[in-house]
């Protein structure tokens, strides 16, 4: 038996409408962070991306500068972050995008939005899962099971393992977002505890003068970008970067169950990136110091170290002795962990706004289905796991080289929706940021600059990606479609079978893009000011289950006994004024 909430159990205006089911109150500010910041799998995320950002195609590319690119791919996920509280406080709803986007722009913009989510979390899990499976034989092999070490240069065992993995962590979170958020903590701490002994241990040997030929001492040069070329150093590194703090908007995601839906989340959202910066930070310094920016041996510039700089540098660090064989079987158990809990994390916010969007018929119903034991989206998860096992295994059969095109891809989904919602923060407070400097800029000038800066790199991306010789497989031959960058291609035909998906569906159920199930909104429509309002007037929207809900402009919904408020005045507003137009 499965329990399927409404989107209009209760008229809008009402002090409440029906709640999706999901199990409020599990979560609290730090079970929020530590979901938030393991989504962004720190450890494989370092691993796999901080070789590309020092150096590329053979080239050098930041260098030791690798930290300043860290902190300006910071800037633009900060004013993101600060959207998504922005937005959060006004409407916490699980589909965070699809409905902030609706309420700002309509249903046909919302949806996209929802379709960006759901399309980079789905192809993102190939990757997670390939890395998963790859360091579980890696693991076994550190441990001294030398066959099952040898496994994990098997396309074969690391698909079947990493399908293992999706399947494990989709039954976790299936089971309750309890379970899940205590299994976080397990593995991030795992996590960042390796990746603080690795830095440590690295940055010792560095100014003990025990390092290796190449290795630097850290200046604080490294962390400002002076001298680099915007255009062929500064813009494809920020690209990789930016990547790498992907994921920690899934503390928004499970709004719904935290314990403070309209606070919580939000403050999560920017204390994940906060964390990941000095996280980020730290490490690249460490690595960069230990290692160099070199082209032969362990040095990060070393074409054969960019896909994962830590098996490289990890047995030269730790060295042969026992302890350093203990220091390398927890740095390879950090990076398992890392992917593991991002691929739980990842299959989170998009069962989460699949949920959203059935309730409000933007796909179909039986998304929208609760499990009335675990109160967590039943068939969405699962869904959402059967998905990216399918994606996985028929992409890995099809071509290795079209899989490695698809995660690519994922940047240009995460640019499209990230930036999208900064525009939609700035629109939906358009008319009452200027109440003071402080919503001014962060409900309208930063969210905006986001997406003005992720716009661009989009933009910049596409470009890039269209390059014939962008992407090469193992043989080294071109990887394109159509003559154009296999990249390119793939990432603008993923948002385009949205496009074709929102079409039929939108012939087959038009209510939501009839704005009958979510209606535009914005911060400057009217409330109620009823018994439960505290305070100051507080604006809410109808499904955000919290005081102060928007009622129609000629008050045809206001409930009997209920007085509404004009929340950029606080005046009462009367019939006779709504129709007079006072209420705009």
Known sequence: MSVTPTADAAPLGYPETASKGLKGGALGLLSSVVVGTASTAPAYSLAASLGFVVAGGGALLAGVKAPAIILLA?????????????????????GTTFTWATRAFGPVTGWMGGWGIIAADVIVMANLAQIAGTYSFTFLGDLGWDAAGDLASSTAWTTVAGLVWIAGMTYICYRGIEVSARLQYVLLSIEVVVLLVFSVVALGRVWSGNGVEGSITPSWSWFWPGGLS?????????????FMY???????????????????????????????????ALVSTATIAFAGVGTEGI????????DDVFSSIGPVLFGDSGIGK??????????????????????????RTTLSMAVYKAIPRSFANIHPRYLTPGVSTIAMGLASMLFYAIFTLISPSLLLALVESVGLMIAFYYGLTGFACSWFYRRTLHHTPKTFFTQGVLPSAGGLILLAAFVYAVQQYAAVDWLQDADGDN?????????????????????VLMVVWRVRAPAFFRGETLPR???????LAGPQTVGEPVFRLPDSGLPGIVVAQNLSNLPDGATAVDV??????????????RTT
């Open 74 to 94: 910071f800037v633009p996920m900060y004013l993101i972050a600060l959207a998504y509280q922005e937005l959060n406080k006004a409407e916490p709803d699980c």
């Open 326 to 351: 203990i220091g390398l079987l927890l740095l390879s158990a950090s990076i398992l962990t890392s992917a593991s809990a991002s691929t739980q994390t990842t299959i989170l916010p998009t069962a």
């Open 246 to 280: 992907w994921g920690w908007d899934t503390a928004v995601s499970v709004n719904e169950e935290s314990d403070d839906p309209a606070r919580t989340p939000g403050r999560a959202a920017v204390l994940s990136t906060l964390l990941l910066l000095v996280t980020y």
């Open 568 to 581: 950029g005045t606080g005046e009462e507003v009367d019939v006779d004024d709504a129709e007079d137009g």
């Open 479 to 499: 990887v394109t479609i159509l003559g154009f960058g296999a990249v390119a291609v793939v990432g603008i035909a993923a948002i385009l079978i949205g496009v």
């Open 299 to 306: 040095g990060l510039a070393n074409p054969d170290n960019a």
């Open 230 to 242: 915007l255009s062929d150093v500064i813009a494809p590194a920020l690209l990789t970067a930016v």
């Open 521 to 527: 909104r914005g911060a400057h429509d009217l409330v």
